[in-house]
């Protein structure tokens, strides 16, 4: 044998030994799984939708609604074959299911679900937040839950049963940020079915009037502070339509412009807005004021004053307009004037936004940013992140 074959064969060999050392380490990584779990979530995906283009009448017929196809149907079928075929260690056993959301005629988002033991098993963002933050503190920043309006300061009043729950972010210091593609959120809120209010970080390039039209009480174009009346919309409720439809600029909190994410269509589910107005004295922090008066069925809006009262820790936040509310406050933080939802009772042309760390009354003709907020649907798969700015939520989108 010569000295050029002999190399052939040691290098041949190292080669051999390098893929026998790849398939041993990435087995242990995944867990024993010939396919990555998270590949084998996007094959029930890819199953799923084959099974769909067969039998369309599965599909959910309502906006807003869902159905479930499960792994047993899909193997049944012989749209793909029995997970146990994708796992090399015989003792794990998988199962699976993907919902199918309709998000509006002729959009549907699937979300895989996948339980594998305690090998691996799909994660809803909504508990993801909730395990992170310890299902709610007591005192401190972090995730606060709140009962019939009411914050929950006690541990041994946690979890008690209600029609009215809810985890809304306090403080100056908490981990909510989530990043759809270059679109970054923070979360507000999660409500008892595990839907998240997210507002977005950054705000549409070009500041607006919350509205700009004549008002026949002041005698002026100073606008009309009803955000919706009888079908007609002020100006910041057209504004943050456009930006959900993708028909306008956006920048981040650093003034870069990035592209509006269409993920956040696939992931939204529609909100009721809370659009009453409030006093400049009014103290109530729990929406009982904002929510006497309802628009439904929104899938964006801005952010009622009631939710930025509630995100200070400083007790002595007991009116919309107090200096105080901008204590301990993460909402206080952005480097704007942006408008919230709410507008101003004691007159018809002034609405509320937030300058730096207070807020404050204004004409609603005078021009500030817009910062739209969102539902994010309780069915949305976390992926990775920790929420911190640095490493936000990052969701899965199939």
């Known amino acids: 044998m010569d000295k050029k074959m002999y190399r052939y064969i040691v290098l041949l060999l190292i080669v051999v030994l390098i893929l026998i050392f790849s398939f041993w380490f990435i087995n242990i990584l995944t867990g024993g799984t010939k396919l990555s779990y998270v590949s084998l979530e996007e094959k029930l995906v890819v199953a799923a939708k084959k099974y769909v283009e067969d039998n369309k009448s599965v599909l959910p017929s309502e906006i807003g609604t869902s159905s479930t196809i499960s792994s047993t149907v899909l193997i049944n079928n012989n749209y793909i074959d029995d997970l146990s075929s994708y796992i090399s260690d015989s003792s794990i056993n998988c199962n699976g299911k993907v919902e199918i959301y309709k998000v509006e005629d002729g959009y549907y ?48 009043d946690l979890g008690n049963s209600s029609e009215s729950v809810e985890y809304v972010f306090r403080g100056d210091n908490v981990n909510n940020f989530v990043k759809i593609d270059e679109n970054v959120w923070r979360i507000v809120s999660i409500n008892d079915v595990g839907d ?21 009480d002041v005698n002026n174009n100073h606008g009309i502070n009803n955000y919706e009346y009888n079908g007609l919309k002020s100006r910041a409720m057209e ?14 909190s650093n003034d870069y412009k990035v592209e509006y994410s269409e993920k956040t269509r696939y992931l939204t589910v529609p909100m009721n807005l809370c659009i009453g107005k409030r006093s400049l004295t009014d103290a109530d922090d729990s929406g009982s004021i904002e929510c006497k008066k309802i628009l439904e069925n ?51 042309n002034e609405a509320y936004f937030v300058s730096k760390k207070v807020a404050e009354s204004d004409l609603c003709r005078i021009k500030k940013s817009i910062r739209p907020i969102i539902m994010l649907g309780s069915r949305v798969i976390y992926d990775s992140g920790s929420g911190t700015e640095n490493d936000p939520y990052i969701v899965k989108f199939y």
Do not use: H
């Not at 209010?197 to 705000?203: K, Y």
């Open 109 to 156: 988002n699937y979300t895989p679900v996948l339980s594998c033991g305690n090998k691996y098993n799909s994660i809803k963002l909504y508990s993801k937040v909730l395990l992170d933050n310890n299902y709610g503190v007591v005192s401190e920043d972090g995730l606060y839950e709140r009962v019939d309006g009411e914050f929950v300061t006690n541990y041994s």
């Open 298 to 348: 929104q899938y964006v809006g801005l952010l009622p004053a009631y939710y930025y009262m509630s995100a200070s820790l400083d007790s002595n936040c007991d009116s919309i307009v107090s200096k105080n509310c901008g204590n301990y406050n993460y909402l206080s933080y952005f480097n704007d004037d942006w408008w919230l939802l709410t507008a101003n009772s004691d007159n018809t």
């Open 196 to 216: 998240m209010l997210l507002i977005f970080s950054g705000s549409l390039q070009k500041p607006i009037a919350w509205d700009d039209r004549y008002n026949e």
């Open 239 to 252: 504004s943050v339509i456009n930006f959900y439809e993708g028909n306008t600029t956006l920048v981040d």
